[in-house]
């Protein structure tokens, strides 16, 4: 695609639910980051890859968070036993290297109730 | 660690009139600097960046910013705004020193409106 696209673009869960956010990077970008924005704050960054394994994890907040990204392209941020805390807009972006300019998806907003 | 401090949360402005974001850092390493701007249900889009170099750095849609080491301070400036400028705009760091470039550290943000 022309950009990187992340799916759904809204999610709403209840406490204590499983969610799966999508990403999909511009076509030939081998770097990925994923990006939480809290209501009123700029992004915080949570994990980065380069090709498929996670270069950098250390913005995961805890091990209820996880991301995968098993063929070097698609990547889907996992979190377990959502909690009202969680909400957010949840940011991927793609650069073709990791020292190259990063593009951002128009995010998932999640909701949890 | 790094931090970044915007220090105005809201800039209201008059369509034509020039303008200033401030944006302040602290880091213990030299850093790469970068604005972004976010639209309305929009993705965040660079504005420009100092990785190094002249300090007096040039962004798209008229925007430029100084990369001031002693200050510790990255100011974004346009001489004349319009109506479209109006969104967010953050102001981020990295420390560039391995690793990637575009781990970002970023400030809670300045909301630019502009006024007819």
């Known amino acids: 695609g022309a950009g990187v696209s992340q799916t759904p673009s809204n999610k709403v869960t209840e406490k204590g639910k499983y969610v799966e956010l999508r990403c999909d990077p511009i076509?030939?970008?081998?770097?990925l980051y994923w990006y939480r924005q809290s209501l009123g704050q700029g992004p915080e960054f949570l994990i980065y890859?380069?090709?498929?394994?996670?270069?950098?994890d250390s913005g995961l907040p805890n091990d209820r968070f996880f991301a995968v990204r098993p063929e070097g392209s698609v990547s889907t941020l996992k979190i377990q036993r959502t909690e009202r805390g969680d909400s957010a807009m949840y940011l991927c972006a793609s650069s073709r290297g990791m020292n190259t300019e990063a593009f951002f998806g128009q995010g998932t907003r999640l909701t949890v109730v | 660690a790094q931090s970044v401090t915007q220090l105005d949360s809201q800039v209201p402005v008059f369509e034509e009139a020039p303008v200033e974001l401030r944006c302040n850092y602290s880091?213990?390493?030299?850093?790469?600097l970068f604005w972004y701007v976010q639209y309305p249900n929009q993705g965040l889009q660079l504005l420009l960046k100092y990785l190094s170099g002249s300090t007096l750095v040039k962004g798209i849609n008229g925007f430029e910013a100084e990369f001031n080491k002693s200050q510790t301070s990255f100011h974004l400036r346009k001489p004349s705004v319009h109506i479209s400028d109006t969104a967010e705009y953050f102001c981020?760091?990295?420390?560039?020193?391995?690793?990637?470039?575009?781990?970002?550290?970023f400030g809670k943000g300045t909301l630019l409106t502009v006024n007819p």
């Open positions: 981020a760091v990295s420390e560039g020193s391995g690793g990637s470039n575009y781990k970002l550290t």
């Open positions: 076509s030939g970008h081998t770097a």
């Open positions: 890859f380069q090709g498929t394994g996670a270069a950098d």
């Open positions: 880091s213990s390493v030299s850093v790469y």
